[in-house]
């Protein structure tokens, strides 16, 4: 391996919302929000020191290679062609998915997402004044599914005017099949939902699971689709606030860029962000990338062995993207509500709890975030196993 996912700077110590926790034991392991643990890829640092070194921050607009290294990106990545006048630019994702609903839906209205639901998304939801509506997915042959019947029978039921897709899946871990994509999209345009597509966690996928962006699926998700991404996920740039929207449709997007306008983005422009998302879409940290699925494909293996070999009351679901396992704690005996407070207490490892981070359909499990280094990963690991021998 060319880079060190080995190595972590002191997350202790830079504000981390993950690892810097007020009132823990300092040997506390940081296994909750989704960031990494690693260095970034250097491209980054190279790309953003001459702003410093210039020392101004001007207002700045986003130059022809920024657009040009967005398009490129995704025909090399997935094969779409993206047309420079259905590009925007907000600050972040879920910003992205609130204003998408301010503008697509009406207060009151239903919106119908995948559960359990991510809270930030269901604060997005709430915060346009709609109603979450919730279609479960199901657990079928280790993994999670869409229950397409209710999904059909809630549309028919709530008529809601949009479909938030959260595609690889936060916190199941399921990465969404063309098949799958289709059929969402085909009901969705047949009854005249608009599909949100929330699409940062896709540049981590494992096997043969393969990522495909909502504009890529077909002609219809084009007219009905608001594709979101940010790299900060995949490239660990969460502090250089950054989201690309891509929409097809001239009525929809015209309706967008008069938002844009209204709040200001289209000159509030992050020179360090623009850089940084750039030199990654221009294909400088494509190597990195490639290390970084391979060294949290390891970490998947080694946690689903562990599991497997542990025989412990936990069900873990593979994740086939993202870096986050989700963990069926039901049969555990350790109750299923707070239980990030038994591994916090019991094993020094602080997780997200399903019901208080996914809601009600989260109730029972908890996530972890396996994006640290193999020996963290490792000392967690026989953390678990001790605090379930002397349970
Ligand atoms: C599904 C999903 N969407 C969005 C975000 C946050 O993205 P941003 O920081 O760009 O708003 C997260 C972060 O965990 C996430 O899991």
Not at 149 to 171: G, Q, T
Not at 246 to 251: L, W
């Amino acid at each position: 391996m060319k880079y060190n996912f080995d190595r972590t700077p002191d997350h202790r110590r830079n504000g981390s919302f993950r690892w810097d926790l007020p009132d823990v034991p300092d040997d506390v392991i940081g296994m909750g929000t989704a960031d990494l643990d690693f260095e970034c890829a250097p491209c980054i640092r190279e790309a953003l020191l001459p702003i410093a070194e210039e020392n101004c921050y001007n207002y700045r607009q986003r130059p022809d290679r920024y657009f040009n290294a967005i398009i490129n990106w995704y025909a090399r990545n997935y094969g779409l062609e993206v047309k420079r006048e259905w590009l925007s630019t907000v600050p972040s994702t879920i910003g992205a998915v609130r204003m998408a609903l301010g503008i697509y839906a009406k207060p009151g209205d239903a919106i119908i997402v995948q559960t359990p639901a991510f809270n930030p998304l269901s604060w997005a939801i709430s915060g346009a004044d709609c109603r979450q509506i919730a279609n479960p997915m199901k657990p079928v042959n280790g993994h999670f599914e869409i229950d397409f019947d209710d999904f059909e029978a809630k549309i028919r039921e709530y008529h809601p005017s949009c479909y938030l897709l959260v595609n690889p899946h936060n916190p199941t871990g399921r990465v969404f099949t063309r098949k799958e994509l289709e059929k969402l999209v085909d009901i969705c345009y047949s009854n005249g939902v608009k599909v949100i597509s929330d699409e940062v966690h896709g540049m981590i996928t494992y096997g043969d699971h393969e990522f495909i962006p909502l504009l890529a699926v077909s002609e219809k998700a084009k007219e009905i689709g608001v594709q979101i991404v940010s790299l900060s996920k995949g490239y660990n740039v969460m502090s250089l606030p950054h989201a690309i929207i891509t929409i097809a449709n001239p009525d929809m997007q015209k309706e967008w860029m008069r938002q844009i306008q209204a709040f200001s983005f289209g000159y509030a422009t992050n020179s360090f962000a623009i850089e940084a998302i750039t030199t990654i879409l221009e294909g400088k940290a494509d190597e990195w990338m490639k290390e970084l699925n391979a060294y949290l494909a390891r970490n998947v293996e080694e946690a689903m062995t562990f599991f497997k070999e542990k025989n412990l009351p936990l069900i873990p679901y593979r994740p086939e993207g993202s870096f986050l396992l989700w963990i069926d704690c039901r049969n555990a005996g350790i109750g299923t509500r707070n239980l990030d407070k038994f591994f916090l207490e019991k094993a020094h490892i602080h997780l997200d709890d399903g019901l208080d981070n996914f809601g009600p359909d989260g109730e029972g499990y908890v996530r972890i975030n396996f994006a640290v280094t193999e020996k963290n990963l490792r000392e967690a690991l026989s953390r678990i196993e001790k605090a379930f021998s002397c349970k």
